[in-house]
T-cell receptor, first 110, second 113 residues
Framework: GQSLEQPSEVTAVEGAIVQINCTYQ??????LSWYQQHDGGAPTFLSY????GLEETGRFSSFLSRSDSYGYLLLQELQMKDSASYFC???????????FGAGTQVVVTP | EAQVTQNPRYLITVTGKKLTVTCSQN?????MSWYRQDPGLGLRQIYY???????DKGDVPEGYKVSRKEKRNFPLILESPSPNQTSLYFC????????????FGPGTRLTVT
């Protein structure tokens, strides 16, 4: 079967750094995306890795190792507004079939 | 304003009464997709479409139909809704899957009694 594993919850204080890991086992792999979703809201795109390495976008960075079937999202200088759920998503074929992780709830405390 | 719209946003219906949730995007995106979100399960893909008249099944297509007659619209049809289809539904679109970026609609909360 196919699976994406990520922690269910992470708690950290403002200003800290949080790393959300995602390990995947899928029938195919074209890329790994990360999305943020606040309670009651729609998911919003954060980053995408198709090749190994680190992608940096402001306070957020994402890393991929295809050989290890592993990626992570790094949130730096945490702010209260970063309290949300974060999903990793694998694109499993070239036609657009996607698999989502169950999501990681990030709780930022003062 | 570039956006994905869904209608209705909220719907309560009864078992067996056919319904359609509309999805429209104004960004000329080729790719569109439907998801359902249930507590503890994350989002699961129902159907997706790479282009007009091209659709394919995601992980949970049973009980749903879609059509893609125009690039901008991708309606989700429940021919005979059942209580296990009570969920939060999202439509999304993307210019290119190569970017990994999808734009999501605001969601439709469906309750089937």
């Amino acid at each position: 079967g196919q699976s994406l594993e990520q922690p269910s919850e992470v708690t950290a204080v403002e200003g800290a750094i949080v790393q959300i890991n995602c390990t995947y086992q899928t029938s195919g792999f074209y890329g790994l995306s990360w999305y943020q979703q606040h309670d009651g809201g729609a998911p919003t795109f954060l980053s995408y890795n198709a090749l190994d390495g680190l992608e940096e976008t402001g306070r957020f960075s994402s890393f991929l190792s295809r050989s290890d079937s592993y990626g992570y999202l790094l949130l730096q200088e945490l702010q209260m507004k970063d309290s949300a759920s974060y999903f990793c998503v694998v694109t499993t074929d070239s036609w657009g079939k996607l698999q989502f992780g169950a999501g990681t709830q990030v709780v930022v405390t003062p | 304003e570039a956006q994905v719209t869904q209608n209705p946003r909220y719907l309560i219906t009864v078992t067996g009464k056919k319904l359609t949730v509309t999805c429209s995007q104004n960004m000329n995106h080729e790719y569109m997709s439907w998801y359902r979100q249930d507590p503890g399960l994350g989002l699961r893909q129902i159907y997706y479409s790479m282009n007009v008249e091209v659709t394919d099944k995601g992980d949970v297509p049973e009980g749903y139909k879609v059509s893609r007659k125009e690039k901008r619209n991708f309606p989700l049809i429940l021919e005979s809704p059942s209580p296990n289809q009570t969920s939060l539904y999202f439509c999304a679109s993307s210019l290119s899957l190569g970017s990994g970026e999808q734009y999501f609609g605001p969601g439709t909360r469906l309750t089937v009694t």
